[in-house]
């Protein structure tokens, strides 16, 4: 296995936990949403401008979301998959029980997303305001 690099060593981040690290990457998702749509209102020369072009771009964001849901899709399953179920093959089981488990998320994975984009369509449609 190649050496990795000394930033991405796990005990150099040790002193975060989980939460911080969580909630510090969603402050920073909120941030970047709330300058993409601050600087999106002023160029479209205003709040009701701004929503009016996102309507208006609807069908680009679905084509968006499915395009980046099947990269990393087939990244997940050609490339970051095998490793996991290589890396559970050393269990003390061969892995049995973190196959499944990992079976069951992949599974929860895909109901949420179809779920999420059902209610955009429809909402897109105009059936759920």
């Not at 970047?32 to 009701?48: D, K, N, P």
């Not at 050609?78 to 029980?97: F, M, Q």
Request: net charge positive; no cysteine.
């Amino acid at each position: 296995m190649p050496e990795r690099p000394a930033w991405y060593h796990p005990a150099r981040w040790s002193h975060l936990s989980h939460w911080k690290l969580f909630f510090g990457l969603w402050a920073i998702l909120l941030g970047l949403s709330v300058a993409v749509t601050a600087i999106g209102s002023l160029l479209a020369g205003g709040l009701q401008e701004w929503h009016a072009l996102m309507t208006h771009l609807t069908p680009w964001w679905v084509v968006w979301r499915l395009g980046l849901y099947l990269v990393i899709g087939g990244l997940y399953w050609l490339r970051w998959r095998p490793r996991i179920l290589a890396s559970v093959a050393r269990d003390h089981d061969g892995g049995a029980v973190a196959r499944y488990r990992l079976r069951r998320s992949e599974r929860a994975v895909v109901i949420v997303i179809a779920t999420l984009e059902l209610f955009n369509v429809l909402s897109y449609a105009g059936g759920a305001q």
